[in-house]
């Protein structure tokens, strides 16, 4: 392994673990009912259902649709009318 690959491999880890991050910090606010979590991982989830469909009509019919379908229960779990009372009545 040459210096530019490990140097790709870093960024890469980098990156990753700063997507880890702010969905973690995402998850901990809706645990904790501070609305500025929800987005976080409402978009995630969106990339998410996007690369599951490309996923699948990629023939990786199954992987593809597992990603949809966990996505979207996220996705409707996170703009639900329980869950976005609970943002926003929630004392901080």
């Known amino acids: 392994m040459d210096s530019a690959d490990r140097g790709t491999t870093l960024v890469i880890a980098a990156f990753y673990l700063m997507v880890t991050l702010a969905l973690a910090v995402g998850a901990y606010a809706l645990l904790q009912g501070r609305r500025f979590g929800q987005p976080l991982v409402l978009v995630w989830q969106l990339f998410a259902f996007i690369i599951g469909i490309q996923t699948a009509l990629g023939g990786q019919l199954l992987i593809g649709a597992g990603a949809v379908i966990l996505s979207g229960v ?17 004392p901080r």
């Open 74 to 90: 996220v996705i409707l779990a996170v703009c639900a009318k329980s869950t976005v009372d609970y943002v926003t009545v929630t």
